[in-house]
T-cell receptor, first 115, second 115 residues
Framework: AQKVTQAQTEISVVEKEDVTLDCVYE???????LFWYKQPPSGELVFLIR??????QNEISGRYSWNFQKSTSSFNFTITASQVVDSAVYFC????????????FGTGTRLTVIP | DARVTQTPRHKVTEMGQEVTMRCQPI?????VFWYRQTMMQGLELLAY????????DSGMPKDRFSAEMPDATLATLKIQPSEPRDSAVYFC?????????????FGQGTRLTVV
């Protein structure tokens, strides 16, 4: 069975601090995809990144970076030099290749960046 | 800028009334998801279509919910009769999923309130 755990329910940081959001997953598949989505106060779900299980290279996009470690089943997300606009709920999700390919979401981490 | 379009954005209805939510997926996408988001349950998959065929609707209460794709540009989610416990944000998402899962792109959601 698949499961995504985001143990951090809420995080508050002061602007310009770095922050890491944790994501741990469980799956029996050897081929799967991991995602991060951002849900700002306006409510929409914004796709941030996809990573497949064969690609453990870390990725950086501007102030965002992702650390995928298969050995610990983790896919953590770091925001460097946080800004107030980063305040949102962030969801980690898993999709398995077998089955329906639907996304299984974690419960989300609410990030508040204090000016 | 391609995006998933959902209508209406907000809906308030009385218990027992029929509710229909509509979704226009991104042109060319072959997969449509319906998710429901509540504080208690988080993001739950209700139904999933690929090439307009329903693949998984196990997350949907069958006695009152129905999901259809009458054509490639329209997906609908209907609740009849609606109940207060159906109050939630309903998201539609689309993706182009073949051998991989490049990610699902979400609409802005329909916020449903049943009184």
């Amino acid at each position: 069975a698949q499961k995504v755990t985001q143990a951090q329910t809420e995080i508050s940081v002061v602007e310009k601090e770095d922050v890491t959001l944790d994501c741990v997953y469980e799956t029996r598949d050897t081929t799967y995809y991991l995602f991060w989505y951002k849900q700002p106060p306006s409510g929409e779900l914004v796709f941030l990144i996809r990573r497949n299980s064969f690609d453990e290279q870390n990725e950086i996009s501007g102030r965002y970076s992702w650390n995928f470690q298969k050995s610990t089943s983790s896919f953590n997300f770091t925001i460097t030099a946080s800004q107030v606009v980063d305040s949102a709920v962030y969801f980690c999700a898993l999709s398995e290749i077998t089955g329906a390919n639907n996304l299984f979401f974690g419960t989300g981490t609410r990030l508040t960046v204090i000016p | 800028d391609a995006r998933v379009t959902q209508t209406p954005r907000h809906k308030v209805t009385e218990m027992g009334q029929e509710v229909t939510m509509r979704c226009q997926p991104i042109l060319g996408h072959n997969t449509v998801f319906w998710y429901r988001q509540t504080m208690m349950q988080g993001l739950e998959l209700l139904a999933y279509f690929r090439n307009r065929a329903p693949l998984d609707d196990s997350g949907m209460p069958k006695d009152r919910f129905s999901a259809e794709m009458p054509d490639a540009t329209l997906a609908t989610l209907k609740i009849q009769p609606s109940e207060p416990r159906d109050s939630a944000v309903y998201f539609c998402a689309s993706g182009l999923i073949d051998r991989g899962h490049p990610g699902a792109f979400f609409g802005q959601g329909t916020r449903l309130t049943v009184v």
